[in-house]
């Protein structure tokens, strides 16, 4: 048993323990770290309860599944994000691609408005297109290293998705307030000639790269074909 839920709370009548992201500190396939919290939550202290965090639950033993009840969060909406935001002094240029990548966790727009890190995601976003668009070979081989290279590829890879999910919606006809990254529809709006159907298609491909990467594949070669590849469709 955990050492901090070996005994009953004192100062008040219920005690919670929180697992931030248990899917990936107990999940499935490492059985040894799971049979010890399964060993915990089936012998609780009383008014002590346990609270699991998990993007993918599936992740997580059977057996502890089977002992807890899945409570679903819903997203906070934008409004609710950028309020957050400014209570914490957020920029003001911040917050529109913060949110917009925060896919309804404050703790993530927080954290993606620290430094301009939402901003600088936007601006590759922006930047990847344009040299799509003038079909660059260096400017591509050069980009595709940068994303290599990136500190959150995996972030990175999710601002292409979102960015050409955007343009594909403003080239479908649909108004500011149903993009992503709204604060920026001028600009995106400026791209979306390139019709809603390409757009969707460069998305789908930016989102079937992370299997590519599982499968072993070069970072950067398989980063270079995909830019390429946009280049000359």
């Known amino acids: 048993m955990l050492p901090y839920a070996e005994f009953a709370p004192f100062e008040a009548k219920h005690a919670f323990v929180i697992f931030p992201e248990a899917d990936v500190s107990f999940p499935e396939h490492h059985p040894e770290a799971a049979n010890a919290l399964l060993k915990t ?13 998990a993007a993918r639950p599936d992740r997580l033993l059977p057996t502890i599944r089977s ?7 819903d997203r906070l909406p934008p409004d609710e994000l950028e309020a957050i935001l400014r209570e914490a002094n957020t920029a003001e240029s911040a917050i529109g691609p913060s949110v917009a990548l925060a896919d309804g966790r404050a703790d993530r727009a927080l954290a993606l408005a620290d430094d301009g890190r939402a901003e600088k995601l936007l601006d590759l976003a922006l930047r990847v297109d344009e040299a799509v668009a003038a079909r660059r070979t260096g400017a591509l081989l050069d ?75 070069n970072k950067a070669i398989a980063l270079d074909a995909l830019l390429h590849r946009l280049a000359s469709c």
């Open 41 to 53: 939550l089936e012998e609780p202290k009383r008014g002590v309860h346990f609270v699991l965090l």
């Open 143 to 217: 980009l595709a290293d940068e994303l290599a290279k990136h500190d959150d590829l995996e972030l990175a890879l999710e601002s292409m998705v979102l960015f050409y999910r955007d343009v594909a919606a403003a080239a479908a006809g649909l108004p500011d307030e149903a993009l992503r990254f709204r604060h920026a529809a001028a600009a995106i709006s400026g791209r979306a000639s390139q019709g809603a159907r390409k757009a969707s298609e460069r998305a789908a491909l930016w989102l079937s790269l992370p299997e590519a990467f599982e499968s072993n594949a």
């Open 67 to 73: 002992r807890t009840q899945r409570v679903r969060f």
